[in-house]
C-alpha cells in the first residue's frame, strides 16, 4: 500500500488558483466520494485551509490514483492546476510537517493542527479512510503535539498585532474587559485593534483627525468613534492605547500622561505607539505602570521570535524523521501480515 | 531519625526548583503538575516530621526556633498548595522552592535544634503560635508573588522577551493574587493576636513589640494597597521587604521565653 499526496500551497500557487480549488465544507462529503471511486484508490482524506488543498490517499496504484485525482480536479475547476505529488516515503512525511506547521505560511502556527483533525474527522466519518489513513493521521496528531511540545516552534508572536495581543496578555491576563482606544486610524493599528478584538476585547474607541474615517473604522470592527478632540475625556478608562497619527509631534507626552494615571487608580496602561515619527515620548515607559512599546520593539521582538522558531527546524525535523521511520515500519510489517494471511 | 523526613522534603523542593530551572534553561518548560507534586510529596514529609515532633514534645512542635522555621517552611507550602492550584499560577512553585528549602537547610545546619524554650500547653496559647506562623506563611506567599510581580515588570519594562516573560503569569493577577495573600496573612494574624489575648499571654515587651510592628507594617501596606494609595509595584516590593523584617524579627518572636 502506498501513501499518496497530491495538492497545492500557498508555495506553489497564488490565492487565485488556491480559491479556485478550494473545497468548501459543505462539499467535502460529495468530493470524498468522488475521489474514493477513482480506481485503484482505496482511502481519501482532503484537506482544504486557505493556503492548501491537499489530497491524502491509500493506494496500490499511485500513478492511477494521481491520474484519477488530476482528472477529477480539471473536470471540477475546468483548469489544470499544477499540483505537487509526493508517494511514501515522502508523502507521510510532508503530512507531519503540515500538522506540526512545519509547512505554514507562519512558521510553527498551531491552527493548522485543528483544520488537519478536522479534515480527518469528516473523511473518517464518511467512511472514506480505513486501517492505513487512520493510522497515518492519528501518527500525524502524536507528532505534532510532540514537536509542539518538546521543541520551541510556536514560542513567541511573529507579527506586530500577535506580539501585541500576547503582551497584553502579560499585563491584563484576560482581555474580556479592557478597553482599546485607537489613535489615528491607520492600516497597522487597525490590524493590531482586531487582533485584541479576536482575544476577547469588547470596547474599542476610535479617535482620528477626520472623523469619518475614525467613524468608518469604528463601524467595522464594532468600537465606538470620537471627535480627535476629545480622546482625553475617555483615556482614564482606557487600558490599551494604539497610536498611529501622522502628528510630526509626540501626541503623548509625559507631562500630558502624568495627571492622568494619578487618575487611574493603580491600574496599567499599555501604550502601542505604531507612528513614525513617534508620537508617545520614550519617557513615558519611565511612569509607573505604564508599558510602551513602539513599533521597533514590537518588530524585534517578531523578529526574535521568528529566528527562534527558525533555530528549531531542525530539532522538529528530527522528530519527524523518526516518527517516519517507525511509521514505515508499521506500514511494511501490514503489508506482509497482509500478505501472509 | 525524624531529620531524615526533612532530608526527604529538601531534596523534593530541590528537585521541584532544578526541575523548574533545567526547563526554562532548555526553553522547554511547560506548567504541568510535576512542580506540585514534588511540593505536595515534600508538605507530606514534612507533615510526617512534624507529626512525630508534636509526639515527642507533646504539644505543637513550635518550641524552638528549629521547629518554628519548619513550621514556617510547612505554613508557606500548605498556602501555595491551596493558591497556586486555585489561581493557576505558573512558575509560582518554582519561586516557593528556593525560599522553603532555604528555610528548611536554615533549620538542619544551624545550631537551632535545643531542648524546647517553652512548652506551650495552653490550647489558647497554642492555637495563638500556630496561627501567626501559619499567617506567616501566607505573608511569605505574598512576598513570593511580589518577586514575581517585580521581575515579570522589569521584563515588561525592558522589552525583554525571555522564557520567563512567556511563563510567569501577568502582573495583573500576580498584583491581585499578592493584596489577597496579604489580606489573608493579615486576617490570620489579627486571629492569633485575639487568641493570645484571650489566652491572656505575657510575654516580654521586645516580643510585643515587634509583633505588633509587623502586624502594624502589613496593616498599612494592606489598607494602602486596598484604598490604592500607591501602585501595585511599590505593595510588592512592600509585601518582600516587610517579609525580609518578619523573618528577621522571627528569633525575636519565636525564641524569647514566655514571661
Known amino acids: ?113 485543528g483544520q488537519v483533525k478536522q479534515a480527518y474527522a469528516v473523511a473518517a466519518d464518511a467512511g472514506a479512510t480505513s486501517r492505513t489513513l487512520n493510522r497515518l493521521f492519528q501518527n500525524a496528531f502524536r507528532v505534532a503535539k510532540s514537536v509542539r511540545t518538546e521543541t520551541r516552534i510556536t514560542r513567541g508572536a511573529t507579527s506586530v498585532g500577535a506580539v501585541a495581543v500576547e503582551l497584553a496578555g502579560k499585563i491584563f491576563g484576560d482581555l474580556n474587559h479592557r478597553r482599546v482606544m485607537i489613535l489615528g486610524a491607520g492600516e497597522t493599528s487597525e490590524r493590531t485593534a482586531r487582533s485584541l478584538v479576536s482575544r476577547g476585547v469588547k470596547t474599542v474607541i476610535v479617535s482620528n483627525r477626520t472623523f469619518d474615517r475614525a467613524a468608518a473604522l469604528a463601524a467595522e470592527i464594532g468600537g465606538m468613534a470620537i471627535h480627535f478632540d476629545h480622546w482625553q475625556n475617555e483615556f482614564p478608562d482606557v487600558d490599551i492605547l494604539i497610536s498611529s497619527t501622522a502628528a510630526p509631534h509626540p501626541v503623548v507626552t509625559r507631562e500630558r500622561l502624568e495627571p492622568m494615571m494619578r487618575q487611574r487608580a493603580g491600574r496599567p496602561l499599555f501604550i502601542i505607539d505604531l507612528a513614525v515619527p513617534r508620537d508617545v515620548e520614550p519617557s513615558v515607559n519611565r511612569l509607573e505602570g505604564v508599558f510602551l512599546y513602539d513599533i521597533d520593539s514590537l518588530q524585534e521582538i517578531a523578529s526574535r521570535s521568528l529566528a527562534v522558531r527558525q533555530r528549531e527546524i531542525e530539532h522538529c525535523e528530527r522528530i519527524i524523521d523518526s516518527q517516519v521511520t517507525d511509521f514505515i515500519g508499521w506500514l511494511r510489517r501490514a503489508q506482509h501480515s497482509l500478505a501472509h494471511s | ?98 525560599l522553603v528549602l532555604a528555610l528548611l537547610l536554615l533549620a538542619l545546619f544551624s545550631p537551632v535544634d535545643a531542648t524546647a524554650v517553652r512548652i506551650l500547653h495552653n490550647p489558647w496559647v497554642e492555637f495563638h503560635a500556630a496561627l501567626s506562623i501559619i499567617a506567616y506563611g501566607a505573608f511569605g506567599l505574598a512576598a513570593i508573588a511580589g518577586v514575581m510581580y517585580l521581575v515579570q515588570e522589569r521584563q515588561l519594562k525592558s522589552h525583554r522577551v525571555s522564557e520567563l516573560l512567556f511563563n510567569l503569569p501577568p502582573i495583573t493577577d500576580l498584583g491581585a493574587v499578592n493584596g489577597r495573600l496579604l489580606a489573608t496573612g493579615f486576617i490570620l494574624l489579627t486571629v492569633a493576636f485575639g487568641a493570645g489575648l484571650a489566652a491572656d499571654l505575657r510575654v516580654t515587651n521586645l516580643k510585643t513589640g515587634a509583633s505588633v510592628f509587623i502586624w502594624a507594617l502589613y496593616g498599612a501596606l494592606l489598607v494602602v494597597e486596598r484604598l490604592r494609595f500607591v501602585p501595585p509595584r511599590r505593595i510588592a516590593a512592600g509585601s518582600v521587604i516587610i517579609f525580609v523584617v518578619a523573618l528577621l524579627t522571627l528569633p525575636s518572636v519565636s525564641h524569647l521565653p514566655v514571661e
Open chain 1, 1 to 113: 500500500m502506498n501513501i499518496l499526496c497530491a495538492g497545492i500551497n500557498h508555495h506553489i500557487a497564488p490565492v487565485d488558483v488556491r480559491e479556485r480549488l478550494a473545497v468548501a465544507n459543505h462539499e467535502i462529503g460529495e468530493v470524498l466520494r468522488r475521489v474514493k471511486a477513482i480506481d485503484g484508490l482505496t482511502e481519501a482524506v482532503v484537506v482544504s485551509t486557505c493556503n492548501r488543498v491537499e489530497f491524502y490517499a491509500a493506494s496500490i496504484c499511485p500513478e492511477r490514483a494521481l491520474d484519477g485525482i488530476r482528472g477529477y480536479l480539471e473536470a471540477r475547476t475546468g483548469m489544470q492546476a499544477p499540483l505537487y505529488h509526493h508517494d511514501t516515503p515522502r508523502s507521510i512525511r510532508h503530512l507531519f510537517r503540515v500538522a506540526s506547521g512545519l509547512d505554514s505560511m507562519v512558521l510553527g502556527e498551531t491552527e493548522i493542527l
Open chain 2, 1 to 98: 531519625m525524624e531529620r531524615y523526613w526533612l532530608v526527604a522534603a529538601s531534596f523534593c523542593f530541590l528537585l521541584s526548583f532544578g526541575h523548574t530551572l533545567f526547563a526554562l534553561g532548555s526553553g522547554t518548560f511547560r506548567p504541568g503538575r510535576f512542580n506540585l507534586a514534588a511540593m505536595a510529596v515534600g508538605f507530606a514529609f514534612e507533615t510526617v516530621f512534624l507529626f512525630q515532633r508534636g509526639h515527642l514534645v507533646g504539644a505543637c512542635p513550635i518550641t524552638n526556633l528549629f521547629e518554628v522555621l519548619v513550621f514556617l517552611s510547612w505554613s508557606i507550602v500548605l498556602i501555595y498548595l491551596i493558591v497556586g492550584p486555585a489561581y493557576r499560577l505558573s512558575l509560582m512553585g518554582a519561586f516557593t522552592s528556593p
